[in-house]
């Protein structure tokens, strides 16, 4: 899930805030992050609204 960690590094956020922001775990994010756990809907919503982007920049191959 490398653009998830770009963008969320491009926007200056560590793991820990997008997590607070998301509602997920900080365990969650690095999972999605290294591509451990692939999220549902919801969880990639709920990222996409605390990064301020679409769902499909965040997931390009899912395009949900």
């Known amino acids: 899930m490398g653009d998830m960690r770009r963008i969320r590094r491009e926007k200056e956020i560590n793991q ?4 607070r922001a998301a509602g997920i775990s900080q ?4 999972l999605i992050e290294r591509g451990f756990r ?17 769902v ?9």
């Open 38 to 54: 692939d999220p549902n809907t919801g969880v990639k919503r709920k990222i996409a609204r605390a990064l301020r982007c679409q």
């Open 27 to 30: 365990a969650m994010v690095s």
């Open 16 to 19: 820990y805030e997008l997590a």
């Open 56 to 64: 499909n920049e965040l997931f390009p191959a899912n395009n949900e």
